[in-house]
């Protein structure tokens, strides 16, 4: 398994920008689609965004498209999303999590097998 750590969550106000960033351990990063969740309060965890193995395809949710960047530099074993003009229904906590399968699932939950312990991002209105 991969061993994932998010950090850069924070408070900013709507409209601002906030970079997260998941560090990963384990020799199989490169090799694996990565991807990043959320959970708001009440809320089921969303899928947000993934990126393949090679960066080669990534995907957004609906409504982050246009203001998300995934992004990850295997040499690192690094993974970030920048997010910008953030909006106060973007509040919840971040996780990002390596996936087990092809890239074909990489928008649900059950094609995950790691995960982060989570970052909180809260936007004030």
């Known amino acids: 398994q991969v061993q994932l750590v998010e950090s850069g969550g924070g408070l900013v106000q709507a409209g601002g920008s906030l970079r997260l960033s998941c560090a990963a351990s384990g020799s199989t990063f490169s090799s694996r689609t990565i991807g990043w969740f959320r959970q708001a309060p009440g809320k089921e965890r969303e899928f947000v965004a993934a990126?393949?193995?090679?960066?080669?395809?990534?995907i957004y949710e609906d409504s982050v498209k246009g203001r998300f960047t995934i992004s990850r530099d295997n040499a690192k074993n690094m993974l970030y999303l920048q997010m910008n003009s953030l909006k106060p229904e973007d509040t919840a906590v971040y996780y990002c999590?390596?996936?087990?399968?092809?890239?074909?699932?990489?928008?649900?939950?059950?094609?995950?097998?790691?995960w982060g312990q989570g970052t909180q991002v809260t936007v004030s209105s």
């Open positions: 990126i393949s193995r090679s960066a080669s395809s990534i």
């Open positions: 999590a390596a996936g087990i399968g092809n890239w074909y699932g990489a928008g649900q939950k059950a094609s995950y097998d790691s």
